[in-house]
């Protein structure tokens, strides 16, 4: 089992940045893919960032390319989300996932097993 906690989510105004948080315990002595999808009002669940267990190896949506990075840190067990250039489309529940014993990262919602509880960006205009 893998608990991910995410934190660093609050209200911006379009043009800043946020620095989210994904922080796992549990079974992290093995390799697990973390990724984000965020989730808006009235929306399905959309991929945003993804990254490979050594961290060597990335995925975006074409709508954050440029402006977003994720990254990890597998000595803290921990992922980031950097959010630069924030626009009020970007307002959403965020959501770490991450599957275990897996390597390279995937868009596929359906593949990963855990889940954190999210946290909120809002980004006003």
């Known amino acids: 089992q893998v608990q991910l906690v995410e934190s660093g989510g609050g209200l911006v105004q379009a043009g800043g940045s946020l620095r989210l948080a994904c922080a796992a315990s549990g079974r992290t002595d093995s390799s697990y893919v973390m990724a984000w999808f965020r989730q808006a009002p009235g929306k399905e669940r959309e991929f945003v960032a993804a990254?490979?267990?050594?961290?060597?190896?990335?995925l975006y949506a074409d709508s954050v390319k440029g402006r977003f990075t994720i990254s990890r840190s597998n000595a803290k067990s921990t992922g980031y989300l950097q959010m630069n250039s924030l626009k009020p489309e970007d307002t959403a529940v965020y959501y770490c996932g991450s599957r275990k014993d897996s390597y390279y990262p995937t868009r596929d919602l359906k593949w990963y097993s855990y889940w954190g509880q999210g946290t909120q960006v809002t980004v006003s205009s």
């Open positions: 990254i490979s267990a050594s961290g060597g190896a990335t």
